[in-house]
Nanobody
């Protein structure tokens, strides 16, 4: 399984970016997906997660109302639309897949819950 994140870049505060994460494999629709970020000198933190059906979504309080996670199971892709970006959003953003079993459930916020990780894409927000 490979996760390929893209869409990062340099943007001014108040601007927008959309990240994409394309997954290989035929079981994408059975995974919960998450976006995490890691700023220099800080631990990796949860940003947003989406259940395999797309119906259950959770956000970190720091991005609620500004970021939107979505997925297209036909394209094996998960997205993170980021609006009203702030300088504190500067980080490397990672997508991750949680191979949940059994029934549909809400995405997990913990790093350790995720089985596969993308390589990360850098988002830099300038003031």
């Amino acid at each position: 399984v490979q996760l390929q994140a893209s869409g990062g870049g340099l943007v001014q505060a108040g601007g927008s970016l959309t990240l994409s994460c394309a997954a290989s494999g035929r079981t994408f629709s059975s995974w919960n997906m998450g976006w995490f970020r890691q700023a220099p000198g800080k631990e990796r933190e949860f940003v947003a997660g989406i259940s395999r059906s797309g119906y259950r979504i959770v956000y970190a309080d720091s991005v609620k109302g500004r970021f939107t996670i979505s997925r297209d199971n036909a394209k094996n892709t998960v997205y993170l639309q980021m609006n009203s970006l702030k300088t504190e959003d500067t980080a490397v953003y990672y997508c991750a897949a949680d191979r949940i079993g059994g029934y549909e459930r809400a995405p997990d916020r913990g790093v350790d819950a995720y089985d596969y990780w993308g390589q990360g894409t850098l988002v830099t927000v300038s003031s």
